[in-house]
Antibody, heavy 116, light 107 residues
Framework: QVQLVQSGAEVKKPGASVKVSCKAS????????IQWVRQATGQGLQWMGW????????GYAERFQGRVTMSRNTSISTAYMELSSVRSDDTAVYYC?????????WGQGTLVTVSS | DIQMTQSPSSLSASVGDRVTITCRAS??????VAWFQQKPGKVPKVLIY???TLQSGVPSRFSGSGSGTDFTLTLSSLQPEDVATYYC?????????FGQGTRVEIK
């Protein structure tokens, strides 16, 4: 079955970078985009961007441009999302999702806490 | 960017009631809309894609309709296990943004 398994919770100080991984299994990793979505506590879903694991092409939401980098390692079927210069309002659960259109499978989420 | 405006932000209905949630796109997005359910503390789950196609395994009381700019998610008979927040997502092009969410509660 399709599974996306994300890395564990992170605590970062303001100004640092955080990198979240998303390991895919149960399907051909290069056949579907990976999307990243975040959700602050009690808030809605915020789409961050997408990556084509085959070509490496990416597209980011405007509000994250310049701070987010999405990448992959196809040899281990793993996607990454790195967010730099984090601040307190980046505290959220970060999800990866499989889907070249809608997201049909989601990772379990990774809590990133930004605190001094 | 195309905006997705979802309404209402919350609703309270009785078991067995018909519930309707709407999403309006600021431009024509054909039928490139999906609907998700997120129960408290859980990961979102897709209910509908292509505006009206029911994801396998989703109860038939859920249905979706619409095209162009106006889309609707309908629960024909609200059940206690449907308490959740529901989101629409556009996926015609980037950004594949979500609506603001609708929290559904039992009266």
């Amino acid at each position: 079955q399709v599974q996306l398994v994300q890395s564990g919770a992170e605590v970062k100080k303001p100004g640092a970078s955080v990198k979240v991984s998303c390991k895919a299994s149960g399907y051909t990793f290069t056949s579907y985009d990976i999307q990243w979505v975040r959700q602050a506590t009690g808030q809605g879903l915020q789409w961050m961007g997408w990556m084509n694991p085959n070509s490496g092409d990416t597209g980011y939401a405007e509000r994250f441009q310049g701070r987010v980098t999405m990448s992959r390692n196809t040899s281990i079927s793993t996607a990454y999302m790195e967010l730099s210069s984090v601040r307190s309002d980046d505290t959220a659960v970060y999800y990866c999702g499989r889907g070249s259109g809608w997201i049909d499978n989601w990772g379990q989420g990774t809590l990133v806490t930004v605190s001094s | 960017d195309i905006q997705m405006t979802q309404s209402p932000s919350s609703l309270s209905a009785s078991v067995g009631d018909r519930v309707t949630i709407t999403c309006r796109a600021s431009q024509d997005i054909s039928t490139h809309v999906a609907w998700f359910q997120q129960k408290p503390g859980k990961v979102p789950k897709v209910l509908i894609y292509g505006a009206s196609t029911l994801q396998s395994g989703v109860p038939s009381r859920f249905s979706g309709s619409g095209s162009g700019t106006d889309f609707t998610l309908t629960l024909s008979s609200l059940q206690p296990e449907d308490v959740a927040t529901y989101y629409c997502q556009k996926y015609d092009s980037a950004p594949r943004s979500f609506g603001q969410g609708t929290r559904v509660e039992i009266k």
